[in-house]
Each structure stands twice: as C-alpha cells, then as structure tokens.
C-alpha cells in the first residue's frame, strides 16, 4: 500500500498573498493531480502531471501555478489568494492518467482560509 | 469525453440495497467508467471501474448496459457508513482529455 500526504492541513493566509501547498505520493504512481472543492459541491481539476516532467492545465488552472518536482512531488502555488476561493485542496494520484489504471487515490486535503 | 448525469440524491433504508444510475450518452469506445465516493471531510475513495458488462468486487457491482449509455452501481445492504456522494466518471486513454468529477449522487441512509 502507499499513502499520500498534503501540507498543510490547514492553510490561513491574507488576500493577495501567495501560497503553496504540497503532495507526495509513495505509490510510484506516474500521475498526479490537484483538485478544488468548494463547499458542498464537486472537485475541480486545477492541474494535473502524466509524467514527472509533464504539466496539464485543468479546468481551474488560472490563478493557480503548478510544480511537479519530482515523480513523488507536486506543489500547487496559490499566485494572490482571494476571499472566494476558500475551499479544500485535494490531490490525487494514479498510476496513469486514463484507460483501466486510472483509478485515483486521494490525500486529505488543504483547507484554505483566506482573511 | 463523455459527460455524465447522475440523480442529485437518493434515500435508502439500512439494509436495502441501493441502485445508482449514471448516464454517459456520448461515452466513446476508449472510455472507461470510474465510479468513486466521498464521506465529509475526506477525498473521494475509489469503489469500482469497467469498460463493459458486468463487474463485482468486494464493495459493489457494477452493470453497464450492452450500449455503454448508461452505467449502474449496486450497494448490497447499505449501512449508515455508505452514507456519501457518489460520483460517475468516464475516463479517455488516448484523446487527450482527462476525467472530470460532476456534482455526484448524495445518498442518505436511513436507520
């Protein structure tokens, strides 16, 4: 088995501040993801990395800059935190990004809170 | 990539079981089906994926009709701990394109 970790837990910042957030995975897996869930509602896909040295904007990706540092890393930057996008930040990780082995495993989450 | 449409909620008694319907109309030969749940205050958890017929697993079956359009998770007598959103995905291999998570199936379990 493997586990994903997410840091922080809880994340508290100013308006216009920049933050980031990180993810390991000890799976191996190739594939990597960020997602962002508002409160009571759907993920969003951000970003998202097939490979350790590939970068796919998602849905989301405007205001928002992602890092895949190594093949069980990915850090998502926050470029100026705004009040509307209080929500928690899940990552995901796959072994590859479609077909039969696409199934995600997911970390806890960032909650982020923005003042 | 497909797009999918699920029913917003649903309510079931302990111990019935529990049928969850997910349409995919446009659903493309390289699609697969990714069905996935979410408690509060946690990441959605992988229940269960097929390409075609029939599929079962420890936690759930899965029926996809013979045309793909639509796609159905069976919960064998559900307890308060299935309480969550149910979520239908279609995943691509070669377009390019990626799975996208709608809004769900929130299922309420009743005592």
């Given at each position: ?115 | ?9 649903m309510e079931a008694y302990e111990g019935q079981e529990v049928n969850v319907s997910c349409s995919h109309t446009n659903i493309a030969t390289s699609e697969y089906i990714y069905w996935y749940r979410q408690v509060p205050h946690q990441g959605p958890q992988f229940i269960i994926q097929g390409y075609k017929d029939y599929v079962v697993n420890e936690v759930a079956s899965l029926f996809i009709s ?46």
């Amino acid at each position: 088995g493997g586990i994903i970790t997410q840091t922080p837990k809880f994340l508290i910042g100013q308006e216009g501040q920049k933050l980031t957030l990180k993810c390991q995975q000890n799976f191996n897996h190739d594939t990597m993801y960020w997602y962002r869930q508002d409160s009571g509602k759907g993920l969003r896909l951000i970003y998202y990395s097939i490979t350790e040295n590939d970068l796919q904007k998602g849905d989301l990706s405007e205001g928002y800059d992602a890092s895949r540092e190594k093949k069980s890393s990915f850090s998502l930057t926050v470029t100026s935190a705004q009040k509307n996008e209080m929500a928690v930040f899940l990552c995901a990780s796959s072994i590859a990004w479609g077909g039969a082995d696409a199934e995600q495993f997911f970390g806890p989450g960032t909650r982020l809170t923005v003042l | 990539l497909a797009k999918t449409t699920q029913p917003p909620s649903m309510e079931a008694y302990e111990g019935q079981e529990v049928n969850v319907s997910c349409s995919h109309t446009n659903i493309a030969t390289s699609e697969y089906i990714y069905w996935y749940r979410q408690v509060p205050h946690q990441g959605p958890q992988f229940i269960i994926q097929g390409y075609k017929d029939y599929v079962v697993n420890e936690v759930a079956s899965l029926f996809i009709s013979a045309d793909r359009k639509l796609s159905t998770l069976s919960l064998p007598w559900v307890s308060l701990r299935d309480a969550a959103v149910y979520y239908c995905i279609v995943t691509d291999w070669g377009s390019g394109t990626y799975q996208r998570f709608g809004t769900g199936t929130k299922l309420q379990v009743v005592p």
